[in-house]
């Protein structure tokens, strides 16, 4: 399994970043994937969901209305749309296989490097 996130940056509150997660080595089209974040001294937050054919999005409070999270089955991607970012958006985000429920499952195997989201004043 191998899951290369890229996109991130440096932004100003309200701005916008596109990420994306290039898959490979595993079924993409078999699986749900999650955009998890991580914030510097704290634990792995779920961030957003999406079922296999996209017809399903699921988010955290924090985001919904914000973010919109969406996959191109065809080139093995999923994209995580952000706007009007909040300096709580701060954090490295990566992705992994499953949904709200069962991406704690797929961290180890799958986590990457992850992009890092700065959001500032």
């Known amino acids: 399994v191998q899951l290369v996130e890229s996109g991130g940056g440096l932004v100003q509150i309200g701005g916008s970043l596109t990420l994306s997660c290039a898959a490979s080595?595993?079924?993409?089209?078999?699986?749900?994937m999650t955009w998890v974040r991580q914030a510097p001294g704290k634990g792995p937050e779920w961030v957003s969901s999406i079922s296999p054919s996209g017809f399903y999005t699921e988010y955290a409070d924090s985001v919904k209305g914000r973010f919109t999270i969406s996959r191109d089955n065809t080139w093995k991607t999923v994209y995580l749309q952000m706007s009007n970012l909040e300096p709580e958006d701060t954090a490295l985000y990566y992705c992994?296989?499953?949904?709200?429920?069962?991406?704690?499952?797929?961290?180890?195997?799958?986590r990457g490097q992850g992009t890092q989201v700065t959001v500032s004043s």
């Open positions: 080595g595993f079924a993409f089209i078999s699986f749900d």
């Open positions: 992994v296989r499953g949904d709200r429920d069962t991406f704690t499952n797929y961290l180890r195997e799958d």
